[in-house]
């Protein structure tokens, strides 16, 4: 029971904040896309706080403005080794963003992999208990056993109860995130295509 009330928290708030990214994720990519230049980009994109794409965004340009103010003074060219660094700023965003997106799923895998098993156990103890009854009042009636055996296998129905939705609820989840992922590279790609067109 513990384990089905943690398990449908975290599906509610796993399936809004999910709903979110990729609502927020759609609308800053058109707003990218519909915009010339990056700096009101980034403005824009503090509405987008729960998108990843937009935050992987925000990685690169900042990182890309700080270049850009300290090859001022030298060249007006950013060279290779600043893109670079624009890449891997945005790469670190990206794998912060994919651990958020991730956390509390691995609880859904744990309980769609372990709530049987707990399930069994407490239908073991019964039919056990059962037995053992059975043996004491030395008669094995169907008034005897039923109880035992029926209350027993409520155990199993709990177990599965727990694990049913949570088995599908982490798959659902992994594909969304999966999607939001190869976004995220997809954009970063772009990005990059972008600042090499226009700084080299």
Excluded: C
């Amino acid at each position: 029971v513990g384990f089905s009330v943690v398990s449908w928290a975290i599906i509610g708030y796993k399936h809004r904040m999910l709903r979110r990214a990729y609502q927020e994720s759609e609308e800053f990519l058109d707003t990218f896309w519909a915009s010339k230049r990056l700096d009101d980009i980034y403005q824009k994109s503090e509405e987008y706080k729960g998108s990843p794409v937009s935050q992987v965004y925000r990685a690169g340009f900042v990182e890309l403005a700080k270049l850009k103010q300290k090859e001022k003074g030298t060249t007006g060219d950013i060279q290779m080794g600043a893109i670079e660094s624009v890449e891997r700023s945005m790469r670190r965003a990206a794998s912060k963003e994919l651990t958020n997106l991730e956390s509390l799923v691995a609880f859904l895998g744990t309980t769609g992999a372990t709530t049987p098993f707990i399930g069994l156990f407490g239908t073991v103890i019964g039919i056990m208990s059962a037995f053992q009854k059975i043996g004491i009042d030395k008669t094995a009636g169907l008034e005897t056993v039923a109880p035992g055996i029926g209350g027993a296998l409520v155990a199993t129905a709990f177990g599965l109860f727990a694990a049913i939705p949570a088995v599908i609820a982490y798959n659902y989840f992994l594909t969304r995130i999966k999607v939001l992922d190869a976004e995220m590279d997809h954009f970063s790609a772009d990005f990059l295509n972008i600042i090499k067109r226009h700084f080299f």
